[in-house]
Nanobody, 115 residues
Framework: QVQLVESGGGLVQAGGSLRLSCAVG????????MEWHRQAPGKRRELVAT???????NYDDSVKGRFTISRDISKNTLYLQMNSLKPEDTAVYYC?????????WGQGTQVTVSS
């Protein structure tokens, strides 16, 4: 079973930036798409950004223009660049890899934005 390992979370002031990484245990192209999700305390997990195998991207309206999803094929790593962070971005962030018959979640990384 492939493993996804997130890193890069932490504490940042409002207006600051963080870059999350998700190391994938196999070739990223073996997946149809990859996603970043987040879950704030007491709230449901929500989809933040998606990148398909062809490189098309999509974002939730709440992060559009501030977050950028990308990948490094040579490193089998997915990224989420987060700029202009707001306190409401505070959550545990998860990466997810989607194959035809299954999907895989990472363990999550905490992002805390102070006001």
């Amino acid at each position: 079973q492939v493993q996804l390992v997130e890193s890069g979370g932490g504490l940042v002031q409002a207006g600051g930036s963080l870059r999350l990484s998700c190391a994938v245990g196999r070739n990223i192209f073996s997946f149809i798409s990859m996603e970043w999700h987040r879950q704030a305390p007491g709230k449901r997990r929500e989809l933040v950004a998606t990148i398909t195998s062809s490189g098309n991207t999509n974002y939730d309206d709440s992060v559009k223009g501030r977050f950028t999803i990308s990948r490094d094929i040579s490193k089998n790593t997915l990224y989420l660049q987060m700029n202009s962070l707001k306190p409401e971005d505070t959550a545990v962030y998860y990466c997810r890899a989607n194959a035809a018959a299954y999907n895989v979640w990472g363990q999550g990384t905490q992002v805390t934005v102070s006001s």
